[in-house]
């Protein structure tokens, strides 16, 4: 999770972003439901403003957006977060991720063969999910609790589920042997985000310290 606020304004603002991650106090409840509101209006016009991009922005200009985005470990997060987003999102509304993903991949081939190689093309996406229960989010907080080590993918699980604190707790051991996605970055922005500090005792284990 990318946690600089003073980036310049995105879809969200310096003041969303402090709002987002608790560091801006609003004093009344409708100041609250306001902001609220307002990032949500942002979220949903920027949304529709890659229509336009899409069908607008110059070639040249798209190139040098994505040789930045790609350069940059926390420009490919973001990226990641994107589609996450909008999986997850898409999900809550009981609709099927396929029916926005394939279209425009189709569509995006389509073109791309057109343009580039003056070419008609017939494209077949497939799009398949299969998710199996590894561990609850009730056992991640009793290995918390018993002080066990738990994987770093269970403990950004149980911060974006939000009903129990990691912090709360002196220290947090991580088994990342087996955590093929858990790079010493992600892991660093996990302990920053904790407000903790990373240390890596062996290659395979790492503890966020949470208290002096």
Do not use: W
Not at 68 to 86: C, I, W, Y
Not at 137 to 142: I, R, T
Request: glycine content about 6%; overall charge negative; charged content about 35%.
């Amino acid at each position: 999770m990318n946690t600089d606020i003073d980036r310049d304004r995105g879809i969200l603002t310096p003041a969303d972003r402090e709002f987002l991650l608790g560091e801006r106090e609003l004093g009344h409840e409708q100041s609250r439901r306001n902001a609220e509101a307002r990032v949500r209006r942002r979220v949903i016009d920027s949304v529709r403003d890659f229509d336009l991009l899409l069908h607008t922005l110059s070639a040249k200009d798209r190139r040098q957006v994505f040789a930045e985005l790609t350069s940059d470990p926390d420009s490919l997060d973001g990226l990641k977060a994107m589609l996450a987003f909008a999986y997850i999102g898409i999900d809550e509304q009981g609709l099927d991720f396929e029916d926005v993903l394939v279209p425009a991949v189709r569509h995006s081939e389509e073109a791309c063969a057109a343009s580039r190689r003056g070419a008609n093309v017939s494209v077949d996406v497939t799009f398949e999910v299969e998710t199996s229960v590894e561990s609850t989010l009730e056992g991640v907080v009793a290995r918390l609790e018993a002080g066990d080590p738990v994987t770093p993918r269970e403990l950004f699980s149980l911060v974006m589920q939000g009903e129990h604190d990691p912090g709360t707790h002196d220290r947090i051991a991580l088994a990342v042997g087996g955590d093929a996605d858990a790079d010493d970055q992600f892991l660093e922005r996990l302990a920053t985000y904790l407000e903790g500090e990373l240390r890596r005792p062996t290659p395979s284990r790492a503890v966020i310290r949470l208290s002096d």
